[in-house]
């Protein structure tokens, strides 16, 4: 067994070792020998050994099996041990641990023992790990010796009421008396701790209080130049401030108290120097507890004032805490933390992060409808400059300021898109349709917008919202855009060609996401009623992404492509593509990412065609005029209403596109049905205005016979709404029925077309 | 209310803790390495008070040591900063030279007991 080396030596091992490995087997090999040491009965250096584990357990390595050792340590009558083992009592055991019982008996006796340290020890290890039940033991013991002659133990049975009235809060009633007495102590230390143990005993029962508490620590505080406890010219300034939490604590929601102490705390206010940090230190408690009584409002203007000077002082510790307080009570004293706002809009500037947050917090709180302007100018320069993490924050204040006190809406506007364009990335996903509903509000600004918005996208395509707002502007507002007059701004000439190859660059740039993909692929498409020439370039545009991966931009290259195909002709002639969309579709079009809402769905005047189609209007009993060449009979149905009525009943308004197909196609003649070698062909003239011929053709062109051959053709009615400009569509259905072959057949056909029909 | 009180060198290492709340030894390394780790990253003209998880740092930086004292929100920071430079202060008269910290040796175990002396402050 090696011998035992002394704590230097090893804590020298220790130091040396150059990696963790080697430290760790330094310790090990010592904690082997403590171990085996601690098993002999007698050993003279038992408590080098203590130590030795006491440091390595400060380390961070496991020392449990110390712990009977302490106990056995603390139980010997040399002091040299004692101190040790209440030593590692305090750092190893704790209510946890089992062994911590063992030692209430050798704490009560040495709490008996006529040597002052060893009570002093014992006191001490109480109050550090005493377990409920061995303060419940102890506690009249205490309670002696809050009473004893010695000033030493007064100090320290004080510290340990305090633990006990921490763990057991009961046994507070016990104290009380003895701890009054104390207050009339004249050694700080003992004072101290009874300003400790009062201040604990009134946080759990407020009403054993008395007004004569505050005369006394009025006298306390104000009383002479004590030599012992002068910290840089300041007479025990800890003693100071414990002084005034309890004062804090006594006149928290008591009038009377906070009467008694307004003279107090202002005659501490105003003597006390400011010029070292000591001062400040006790200046600083002084204002909290101000801020926190029933205090007049001379001194709570005092108190602001004396903050205000902390704001000034050139210790970023000192400005950092005048903010921390000015925080607290920007809401209930604003008009007072207003005087100092320029103050706190100056700290912005501060080098140090923390500064910087909490002058952020205090400038967002102090807008306000008067200093709007000028507050969001500082704000703006220091979004620009601000460190990362700070941006979002800054971003959204600023956005709830603008909205709640924004002077004018152009105002508005131009600071969510200096916001955008500066911190883009940072800014929160509502942003961007809340800014598509704020320009669209604004019917007034759009040509302004508009521009404002092509001259920024002009220049830096990377910022996804602004560019998703700005795509979708000038989709909207394109033709005031390439109109080029504004009334405020100086007038850009921006020709077709420009405007697209911008869009062009957002749909090919790396940079964009889906979605802002998604916004300038529609705008695109919306571009092109608005503008005359580039069509073309449109066109190939958008078929281009008819293949794309993405598969929501697919699907929309390949509907918009469906558009250019079929509706080319009326993308001239019809006013109702060439209208704006509505609000309410613009939202709904941004939020949702996934799946194309067709885009014209939401028109209201489409709407009423759509009730016309479903509507419960009685079909026209109309008789076809069938010219028929067929050899066949044919045999007019008797067509009663209800079987016309059946036809009609699945004639539900399928979505718009198909009765824009249904309008939109020309041919001289159709053939509606063609099956098994009977064909109807369905050809028709307009016979005057108001009135419509439709001729049906059947034929059959298989060899044998077809009896029985029933015709019937039903059309709801339908009345034509005069802001169209086009004729109106109609609808067929033909039930064609006939008996070939001995078996029947029964057929019903929808015609959405007619030939001849144009607009 | 002061939670604990740790003496680091530069390079991380623990010279002293103590805590006045049970933490669990596992958790102990843990926080003290990032408590290190918030403070030796600032700069020397930032503020002495760092805001972390939900309680507060004071350090205070002497030569290669530095001296972390964690607290709660009701105290008053200002006070914990100048009891810091008391507490050295104290150190100092006791045993003569404060930087030479690193090399206390038997004396390490008067230096616990200053620290009990903190809980005056507690």
Request: net charge negative; hydrophobic share 25%.
């Given at each position: 067994m090696s011998p035992s080396v002394p704590l230097q030596e090893m804590i020298r091992a220790i130091r040396s070792a150059r990696t963790q490995c080697e430290e760790r087997g330094v310790i090990q090999r010592e904690c082997a020998t403590i171990r085996a040491q601690f098993r002999q009965a007698d050993n003279e250096g038992r408590s080098h050994n203590l130590a030795k584990l006491l440091y390595v357990h400060m380390l961070g390595y496991p020392a449990h099996f110390g712990q009977m050792e302490c106990v056995r340590m603390i139980a010997s009558p040399r002091y040299s041990e004692k101190r040790v083992g209440y030593l590692g009592a305090m750092m190893l055991l704790d209510e946890k641990q089992d062994a911590s019982l063992l030692i209430t008996n050798s704490i009560k006796n040495d709490l008996a023992n006529s040597n002052q340290y060893v009570q002093s020890l014992a006191l001490c290890t109480l109050a550090c790990m005493g377990s409920a039940e061995m303060c419940r033991d102890l506690a009249p013991e205490i309670n002696r010796l809050l009473r004893a002659s010695n000033s030493y133990i007064k100090k320290k049975a004080a510290l340990c009421a305090v633990h006990i009235v921490r763990k057991v809060q009961d046994l507070g009633e016990l104290f009380a008396p003895s701890a009054r007495c104390l207050l009339?102590?004249?050694n700080h230390g003992v004072l101290h701790g009874a300003v400790v143990l009062i201040t604990e005993l009134c946080e759990c029962n407020?009403?054993?209080?008395?007004l004569v508490l505050i005369r006394w620590c009025q006298c306390l505080v104000i009383s002479g130049y004590s030599p012992d406890h002068d910290v840089a010219g300041i007479s025990d300034p800890f003693l100071q401030v414990r002084i005034l939490r309890l004062l804090r604590i006594l006149g928290h929601n008591n009038e009377a108290a906070s009467d008694a102490m307004n003279d107090l705390l202002a005659q501490v206010a105003t003597n006390t120097d400011s010029t070292k940090t000591v001062g400040n230190a006790v200046l600083y408690e002084t204002v909290l507890t101000v801020l926190d009584i029933k205090s007049e409002s001379g001194l709570r203007v005092l108190a602001v004032n004396i903050l205000g000077r902390f704001l000034l002082n050139n210790d970023r510790n000192i400005r950092y805490i005048a903010m921390i307080s000015l925080q607290k009570i920007v809401g209930t004293d604003h008009n007072a933390v207003q005087r100092h706002r320029g103050t706190i809009v100056d700290c912005l500037k501060d080098q140090d992060a923390s500064v910087k947050r909490r002058a952020l917090e205090l400038s967002l709180a102090l807008v306000s409808a008067s200093n709007i302007r000028s507050m969001m100018k500082e704000l703006l320069s220091f979004l620009s400059s601000c460190p990362p993490e700070l941006r979002s924050q800054t971003a959204s204040g600023i956005f709830i300021a603008a909205e709640r006190y924004a002077p004018s809406q152009r105002w508005h506007i131009d600071t969510i898109l200096h916001v955008l364009t500066t911190a883009?990335?940072?800014?929160?996903?509502e942003t961007v349709p809340n800014l598509i509903q704020l320009i669209t509000n604004t019917s007034e600004l759009h040509c302004y917008t508009v521009h404002k918005l092509y001259r920024a996208l002009h220049n830096d395509i990377s910022q996804q919202p602004l560019v998703q707002v700005a795509c979708w502007c000038i989709g909207e507002y394109g033709d005031l855009l390439l109109r080029g007059e504004c009334q405020e701004m100086e007038p850009v000439q921006v020709t077709e060609d420009d405007v697209l190859d911008v869009l062009e660059a957002v749909l090919q740039?790396?940079?964009?996401s889906p979605s802002t993909r998604g916004f300038a692929l529609t705008a695109t498409m919306k571009l092109s009623t608005r503008i005359t020439e580039n069509v073309d370039r449109i066109r190939s545009i958008v078929s281009i992404y008819g293949s794309c991966i993405d598969v929501e931009l697919q699907q929309r290259a390949v509907e918009y492509n469906a558009l250019f195909k079929k509706y080319d002709h009326m993308r001239y002639s019809t006013e109702w593509l060439g209208q704006r969309f509505l609000v309410f579709v613009c939202s709904t079009f941004v939020v949702?990412?996934?799946?194309?809402?067709?885009?014209?769905?939401?028109f209201p005047q489409v709407c009423d065609l759509l009730d016309l189609l479903g509507g419960s209007e009685p079909p026209l009993q109309s008789s076809p005029a069938l010219g028929s060449t067929a050899p066949l009979p044919v045999g007019t149905a008797g067509t009663a209403g209800g079987d016309l009525l059946d036809l009609l009943g699945g004639l539900e308004p399928t979505a718009i596109m198909t009765v824009l197909l249904s309008v939109f196609s020309v041919a001289p003649t159709v053939s509606v049905y063609d099956k098994d070698g009977v064909t109807v062909t369905l050809s028709c003239e307009k016979q005057s205005d108001s009135g419509l011929s439709i001729t049906l053709t059947a034929s059959n062109s298989t060899d044998s016979d077809i009896r029985g051959f029933t015709l019937q053709a039903a059309v709801p009615k339908v009345c034509i709404s005069s802001s169209f400009s086009f004729q109106v569509n109609l609808k067929m259905r033909l039930r064609i029925s006939y008996t070939s072959q001995g078996s029947a057949v029964q057929d019903t056909v929808q015609v959405d077309s007619f030939p001849g029909l144009g607009h | 209310m002061i939670k604990f009180v740790l003496m680091v060198n530069r390079q991380g290492q623990t010279r002293l803790s103590r805590y006045y709340h049970p933490v669990e030894l596992s958790r102990r390394a843990a926080l003290e390495a990032d408590v290190v780790r918030c403070c030796l990253s600032r700069k020397k003209d930032q503020c002495s008070f760092v805001e972390y998880k939900d309680f507060k740092l004071v350090y205070r930086q002497y030569a290669a040591l530095y001296i972390v004292v964690g607290i709660t929100d009701s105290e008053n920071e200002l006070s914990i900063y100048e009891l810091v430079h008391n507490f050295v202060e104290v150190l100092d008269k006791y045993?003569?030279?404060?930087?030479s910290l690193n090399r206390v040796k038997n004396s390490w175990i008067q230096c616990q007991g200053v620290c009990r002396s903190l809980k005056h402050l507690k």
């Open positions: 009339t102590e004249k407020p009403e054993s209080l008395e883009g990335g940072d800014v929160r996903d740039s790396h940079m964009s949702q990412s996934a799946g194309l809402s067709p885009p014209i769905c939401g | 045993f003569s030279r404060v930087v």
